[in-house]
């Protein structure tokens, strides 16, 4: 069955860029069924949809966060992900890649999470 | 954007009892409305989609209903793995795709 990892830095300083990568396992990330996407929860709050990306690297971004954003796939490894540029204080969260069929257009695998802090 | 607010923002029920969450919509999203579940400390889980779909291996305690703008989780009789936050999420326009803020569901 497939399995999704989260990966990256822990701690970012303010103004600088996260980078986070998602390792996919037991499927590819190039098959046509599925999309791939990014969701973050601030500490004790709700969950926010950040960016989509399908196999053909066509991207999705929330408008909130489109001017920072860009999600990208590395099919060599199988694994996709995600930068976040100028962060600050209120991009720390726990950050979640997940599997979102073709069909279905709602996350039915889920990494277990990073939790990303940024603090001087 | 369309917005999604849950209520209430927590809800106290004892096992076996029933639990009726709710999803509200700021405009239409037809039946295009996605319940996931998540445990202290664990990823979301998805329930049901197409607003009344349950996704695999989900217990038929849980049900989804509603279209529109009104959207109703139902679990029936609680058991003490159900106890949890619930979220609602759209998907009839986006981006973005919008969640709503999220039902806690305590022991009572």
């Known amino acids: 069955q497939v399995q999704l990892q989260e990966s990256g830095q822990g701690l970012v300083k303010p103004s600088e860029t996260l980078s986070l990568t998602c390792t996919v396992s037991?499927?590819?990330?190039?098959?046509?069924?599925?999309?791939w996407g990014w969701i973050r929860q601030p500490p004790g709050k709700g969950l926010e949809w950040i960016a989509t990306?399908?196999?053909?690297?066509?991207?999705y971004y929330n408008p909130s966060l489109r001017s920072r954003v860009t999600m990208s796939l590395d099919t060599s490894k199988n694994q996709f992900s995600l930068s976040l540029s100028s962060v600050t204080a209120a991009d720390t969260a726990v950050y979640y890649c997940a599997r979102r069929p073709w069909l279905l257009v709602a996350f039915d695998v889920w990494g277990q999470g990073t939790m990303v802090t940024v603090s001087s | 954007e369309i917005m999604m607010t849950q209520s209430p923002a927590t809800l106290s029920v004892s096992p076996g009892e029933r639990a009726t969450l709710s999803c509200r919509a700021s405009q239409s999203v037809s039946s295009n409305l996605v319940w996931y579940q998540q445990k202290p400390g664990q990823a979301p889980r998805l329930l049901i989609y197409?607003?009344?779909t349950r996704a695999t291996g989900i217990p038929v305690r849980f049900s989804g209903s509603g279209s529109g703008t009104e959207f109703t989780l139902t679990i029936s009789s609680l058991q003490s793995e159900d106890f949890a936050v619930y979220y609602c999420?759209?998907?009839?326009?986006?981006?973005?795709?919008?969640f709503g803020g999220g039902t806690k569901v305590e022991i009572k």
């Open positions: 197409g607003a009344s």
């Open positions: 037991g499927g590819s990330i190039s098959s046509s069924s599925y999309y």
């Open positions: 999420q759209q998907h009839d326009s986006w981006p973005p795709l919008t």
């Open positions: 990306i399908y196999y053909n690297g066509n991207t």
